[in-house]
């Protein structure tokens, strides 16, 4: 069984910065894409970022020149580094990862979330 976990979360201050991260355990082949998505109160969870095996990146508008992903292959484990942290950030964030299981089958699991609150 794959788990994922989350960690880095907390109350920051505008202009103020956050890194995530996302560690997956368990027994796998490999990772290919991780991403990041969030969730603010009253909307629908929303793609940040993600990364492919290769570390190819792709962000939303709203977090680019801001948000930067990246990825430890050796620890399994993805990173959101937040700079320039606005109220409009405020959200639940959690960790996607499309795994291939020991039998190759294609897996994506998501983390449990971690709650980024941006105020003053």
């Known amino acids: 069984q794959v788990q994922l976990v989350e960690s880095g979360g907390g109350l920051v201050q505008p202009g103020g910065s956050l890194r995530l991260s996302c560690a997956a355990s368990?027994?796998?082949?490999?990772?290919?894409?991780m991403a990041w998505y969030r969730q603010a109160g009253g909307k629908e969870r929303e793609l940040v970022a993600s990364i492919t095996s290769g570390g190819n990146t792709n962000y939303a508008d709203s977090a680019k020149g801001r948000f930067t992903i990246s990825r430890d292959n050796a620890k399994n484990t993805a990173y959101l580094q937040m700079d320039n942290l606005i109220p409009e950030d405020t959200a639940v964030y959690y960790c996607n990862f499309a795994i291939r299981t020991i039998s190759r089958a294609y897996l994506r699991v998501w983390g449990q979330g971690t709650l980024v609150t941006v105020s003053s």
């Open positions: 368990g027994m796998f082949f490999s990772i290919d894409d």
